[in-house]
């Protein structure tokens, strides 16, 4: 008898005030106003959720870092993060892939789940 395992991932996604598949992706990691929680099980998306990002004065650019690492969140799909908590989120074991030209959160997310994204490496953030 052989079992399956399942494929569990939870992806974040800076987006726009609500949030949701249909919100559009944000263009900052650090100064985007919310995150969009993908729960992926084998592929197919599972549970959708919404937090909040500090503002950024509140902890600076570590502060949406603490926020995914709290909430568990395995990777997030940035138009654009800095040097720092690019750093931050592959210490924290969050990694990072690029989506920055997919309008939103939904195509965003089926963007990574066709493996049609690129991770983030330290040459390719913002500087600020």
């Not at 985007?32 to 929680?37: D, G, I, R, V, Y």
């Not at 509140?58 to 603490?66: I, K, N, T, W």
């Not at 074991?93 to 789940?113: K, L, M, Q, T, Y």
Request: aromatic share 4%; hydrophobic share 40%.
């Amino acid at each position: 008898m052989t079992h399956r395992t399942e494929s569990r991932i939870r992806l974040a996604v800076p987006s726009e005030t609500p949030g949701g598949l249909d919100a559009a992706r944000s263009g900052h990691f650090g100064r985007s106003p919310s995150f969009t929680l993908i729960d992926l099980v084998n592929g197919e998306i599972a549970a959708v959720d919404f937090i909040e990002n500090a503002p950024h004065g509140h902890g600076g650019c570590m502060s949406p870092v603490l926020t995914l690492g709290t909430n568990m969140v395995d990777a997030v799909i940035v138009a654009g993060i800095g040097h720092r908590p690019l750093l931050g989120c592959l210490q924290a074991g969050i990694r990072v892939f690029a989506g920055e030209d997919r309008p939103d959160v939904r195509s965003v997310v089926e963007a990574f789940v066709e493996m049609e994204l690129s991770p983030v490496g330290p040459d390719a953030t913002c500087r600020h």
